[in-house]
């Protein structure tokens, strides 16, 4: 069961975000305590429930559309926490554009149970640098002795 819920909570978050609900993306996460977050921008990174809405609506402001999309949600999990990982399509369009931008998000989602509800503890979207070139150490040869 915690599988179908942890995609059901992950799904719920990509549902609000396309919104541009930043209070219902709040609500999905840990309400007392710390939380974590690290988004694409070297300067996101919250530890609040203040700092996250602060986040996600600079990116509702500064968009005319937005949406989140995900056909490939994995789910490693205990019966009380649980990760979904997945790669996250983001497709939106900025203010004064006519032009829509995709990015490709590796995003990880850390989910506990907390008052018989999952909530959300820690998220992290990167998007993968193609700056990398193939070296003879790609891919990585492991010697088992």
């Not at 609900?21 to 996460?29: H, P």
């Amino acid at each position: 069961m915690p599988k179908g819920q942890l995609i059901a909570l992950a799904n719920e978050y990509m549902k609000q975000h396309s919104a541009k609900n930043a209070e219902a993306i709040a609500s999905l996460f840990v309400q007392h305590g710390s939380i974590q977050c690290w988004g694409t921008s070297s300067d996101e990174e919250v530890h609040s429930l203040a700092e996250l809405k602060t986040m996600v609506q600079l990116d509702y402001d500064a968009t005319q559309t937005l949406s989140l999309s995900c056909n490939d949600l994995e789910v490693f999990h205990t019966d009380h926490s649980g990760v979904v990982f997945g790669n996250w399509k983001a497709e939106y369009r900025l203010i004064g554009e006519n032009m829509t931008h995709e990015l490709i998000l590796r995003t990880t989602l850390y989910a506990e149970v907390i008052n018989e509800k999952w909530q959300i503890k820690h998220a992290h979207w990167s998007v993968a640098a193609d700056n990398q070139t193939l070296a003879e150490d790609q891919p990585i040869k492991i010697d088992i002795q």
